[in-house]
């Protein structure tokens, strides 16, 4: 008789061929998985071989970013100076101006103080103050010389418009009188 008889009701060969089933199962998944491993892997490949294109784009970036830092220092430096430029001239138009207003405060008459009069005005030497009353031909006819030659002196005055305390200027035929 055969070794294996078909009486024999053992369950051992059709386990075998499960077994042998699942194997080849488990195989041919197995292949499935090492060809996406494989497809992965070249797509891997292929970004390993990129990463010195980024390296140099990073550093060409770096060296953009350093520039620009450079120039904007520089333009802070440049705008910082310009700022001290112009805070010197506004203070030298600042001590003009203070210079100017010293120079209208003096021109004008001196006001009354305490007591309500006011200090006589004294003209200096080719000078004359304004009186009320004044005009150009008595100012002119008081001091020997004419109309055009006190505006000649005083170029700007308003001969009608003479204000009391006012100082003009005399032509030097009529000062040295």
Do not use: C, F
Request: hydrophobic share 40%; no cysteine.
């Amino acid at each position: 008789m055969d070794t294996i008889s078909r009486e024999n009701n053992s369950l051992l060969p059709m386990a075998g061929v499960i077994v042998g089933v699942i194997g080849v199962l488990v195989g041919g998944y197995a292949a499935v998985g090492v060809s996406h491993l494989k497809t992965t892997q070249a797509d891997l490949v292929t970004k390993v071989a990129s990463i010195p294109d980024i390296q140099s784009q990073v550093q060409s970036a770096a060296a953009a970013n350093d520039k620009v830092a450079h120039d904007i220092q520089v333009l802070q430096n440049s705008t910082q100076t310009a700022v001290n430029q112009l805070g010197t001239e506004i203070a030298t138009i600042d001590e003009k101006l203070k210079h100017m207003e010293e120079m209208h405060a003096a021109s004008k008459p001196a006001k009354a103080g305490k007591g309500g009069a006011a200090a006589p005005a004294v003209a200096g030497k080719g000078e004359y103050i304004v009186k009320a009353g004044d005009t150009g031909r008595k100012i002119a006819n008081a001091n020997g010389t004419t109309v055009s030659a006190l505006t000649e002196v005083n170029p700007g005055i308003s001969w009608s418009h003479l204000k009391v305390g006012q100082t003009i200027k005399l032509p030097e035929a009529a000062a040295a009188k």
